[in-house]
């Protein structure tokens, strides 16, 4: 990741509706959740919501794909895991197994949270 994508990354993150938006899409996984549920489950108005969403977009960390009429927002793990990685590039002045465990995590292509895929008991989505 160039330092240009992390300070957009970071700067998507420095606002409380969007930090928010990001915490709950990463904690639904890659099953993701229309802009309807999102609005509804953070009490955030249609309009703003729409907003936030595309400068997380923008920024890497939210993806969006349809579903019949609706549109499903998600993390980017690839984006989350790039910033992460990025923070902790030169991490621990070259004790790198400081930063062990969120690197394991990354390396290990896992999100923070994650949780049974919708309607599965045995498949994780991540």
């Known amino acids: 990741?160039?330092?240009?994508?992390?300070?957009?990354?970071?700067a998507a993150l420095a606002q409380d509706s969007r930090l928010a938006v990001f915490r709950l899409l990463v904690r639904e996984g890659s099953a993701?959740?229309?802009?309807?549920?999102?609005?509804?489950q953070l009490g955030i108005p249609a309009p703003t919501l729409s907003f936030h969403l595309n400068q997380l977009s923008a920024a890497g960390l939210v993806i969006s794909r349809r579903e019949g009429r609706s549109i499903i927002y998600a993390a980017s793990f690839p984006?989350?895991?790039d910033l992460l990685g990025f923070l902790a590039e030169d991490c621990c002045q070259g004790r790198p197994e400081?930063?062990?465990?969120?690197l394991d995590r990354?390396?290990?292509?896992?999100?923070p949270s994650c949780k049974?895929?919708?309607g599965r008991t045995t498949a994780k989505t991540c």
């Not at 993701?32 to 509804?40: D, H, K, M, R, V």
């Open 98 to 102: 400081l930063c062990a465990p969120v």
């Open 116 to 118: 049974p895929a919708r």
């Open 1 to 10: 990741m160039e330092a240009k994508n992390a300070i957009d990354a970071l």
């Open 106 to 111: 990354q390396a290990a292509d896992e999100a």
């Open 32 to 40: 993701g959740l229309p802009a309807g549920a999102i609005a509804e």
């Open 79 to 81: 984006g989350m895991r």
